[in-house]
């Protein structure tokens, strides 16, 4: 997919564990991991704005576009 979600990367510069992210945002700690490993199809804006609320981050911080990546169909699918 070409949508890389780089929380590992802003969790660790904030210094955060994923479980006291995962109990500040208000998901399972299963579903931050699902997040964290780039194995998530979809996330909610909700859960996107808790994310960037506890980690006092932009959206573009958690979110990167690389073009190219596997998956990538050019259709819009």
Known sequence: ??????LD????????????????VGITPANLSILKNNKA???RFSTLAA??????????????????EEGERGDGQ
């Open 51 to 68: 994310l960037c609320r506890a980690l006092d981050c932009q959206p573009a911080d958690l979110l990167e576009y690389v073009p190219g």
């Open 41 to 43: 199809k979809a996330v």
């Open 9 to 24: 990367v802003v969790m660790a510069r904030r210094k955060i564990g994923a479980g006291e992210l995962a109990e500040k």
């Open 1 to 6: 997919m070409p949508i890389i979600i780089n």
